[in-house]
């Protein structure tokens, strides 16, 4: 199933996993997809490779499990920094094969000390190439606070354009820690026309060191309410995973309050966060 269809139903909830970066890891993401199973997903999207890996082959595989082992709809994610042309269309034929029926299509960060080797610049330039040579359905990335690398947010908000425009079908925002940001980006893409499906992006913060590393990568702000969590929690893990957890839980019954069009979860492998976070929202979630 195209997971864009999903939105005409419901509102959409769907989790985020990402490869393990070793093989002997490579149990922890089925115990990962056990924990999820019960907590229904709409979808769950698969990043491409683990801490800005190039190697998109564990992605499909996970994909491929997500979708025909759980029986749960997938998401692979592609960036096209990292692939040709050529490679483009052989993915595209393994994704057919595989029964996968949707990809988020992203330019990518670069890796550092390597250079980008792919066909790709642009997003837009990979989801227009996805949309002509296939059917399926595609996503794409969005910042509620602006691309980091881009001048404004007005003139990301552009760039989303060239993205709706070349072929994308719905929209999963970057994880943002103020709702507020959020819904005055919401109506800056409606006011410039960008009518797709946007599931709010809302990562559930339980290690200090973890989020500081994520918002100086991301340029994510750091609302007051939110740094007296971390100020008064850190030297207590367990106490701090909670308070995160409640904080997170807080996003999205004020965002399901405005009808948001979905929730999409970065939950880091930790099927215990997205648990806690199901059981808070789940009535709510299908009222």
Do not use: W
């Amino acid at each position: 199933m195209k997971t864009a269809e999903l939105f005409n139903q419901k509102t959409v909830l769907s989790y985020e996993v990402f490869p393990p970066k070793t093989t002997d890891d490579a149990h922890t993401i089925y115990e990962a997809l056990d924990g999820l199973r019960g907590l229904c997903p709409d979808f769950i999207s698969v990043t491409y490779g683990a801490g800005g890996g190039t190697n998109c082959a564990k992605t499909l595989d996970i994909a491929a499990a997500v979708k025909n082992q759980y029986k749960i709809e997938s998401v692979a994610h592609l960036r096209g920094l990292d692939l040709s042309k050529d490679e483009v269309l052989h993915i595209i034929g393994e994704l057919n094969e595989k029964g996968i029926e949707n990809v988020l299509a992203l330019r990518g960060d670069a890796v550092q000390d390597t250079v980008p080797t792919g066909d790709f610049k642009h997003a837009d330039e990979l989801i227009a190439y996805i949309r002509a040579h296939s059917d399926l359905n595609i996503l794409a990335a969005c910042y509620p606070e602006g691309h980091p690398e881009s001048e404004s947010l007005a003139q990301d908000i552009a760039y989303l354009k060239r993205k709706a425009d070349a072929g994308a079908s719905q929209l999963i925002t970057q994880f943002f820690l103020d709702n507020e940001d959020f819904y005055g980006f919401l109506e800056k893409t409606r006011a410039a026309g960008i009518a797709l499906p946007i599931q709010a992006g809302i990562m559930p913060v339980t290690n200090r060191k973890s989020i500081e590393r994520m918002v100086k990568m991301c340029g994510i702000k750091l609302p007051k309410k939110f740094m007296r969590i971390m100020d008064r929690y850190e030297h207590s893990p367990a106490a701090l995973r909670d308070a995160g957890i409640a904080y997170a839980i807080d996003q999205i019954i004020d965002l399901l309050a405005h009808d948001v069009d979905g929730i999409h979860l970065y939950i880091m492998n930790k099927p215990y966060t997205a648990k806690r976070i199901y059981e808070a929202v789940q009535n709510i979630i299908s009222a």
